[in-house]
């Protein structure tokens, strides 16, 4: 994973699409941004990727905007997309909320401070 800043909005475009195997199958689920959904878009209508899974977007603004949700024909169906939930599982849901039970005891203890606030 790496973070969406100037050096890496991009990253992954039709340069490096091109250097990939033909049928390979993209999983974008850095950050938004970092994948150039424009180049994409064309390596899958092409048909130069297999598929690709989409979990982060540059914008979740307008839908319009995002190349692949105008792809058309068998390119639209080696697409999926998910709604920034690739990191929720079963083990991250459990740790976070014994996280926040802990801060729960913590503070009705009268203790300790909470940890992870977020201000």
Request: hydrophobic content about 40%; overall charge positive.
């Amino acid at each position: 994973m790496c973070p969406c800043c100037r050096k890496t909005t991009g990253m992954i475009g039709r340069r490096e699409f091109a250097m990939m195997k033909p049928g390979a199958i993209l999983i974008q689920g850095s950050r938004g941004g970092v994948v150039d959904e424009a180049a994409l878009a064309e390596a899958l209508q092409s048909g130069q990727l297999g598929g690709a899974a989409v979990d982060v977007y540059s914008t979740s603004r307008r839908r319009e905007i995002i190349p692949c949700f105008a792809l058309k024909g068998e390119a639209a169906h080696r697409i999926l997309f998910t709604p920034h939930i690739a990191g929720v599982t079963r083990q991250s849901t459990a740790y976070l909320f014994r996280a926040a039970w802990r801060n729960i005891e913590r503070v009705f203890s009268g203790k300790e401070s909470p940890r992870d606030v977020v201000t």
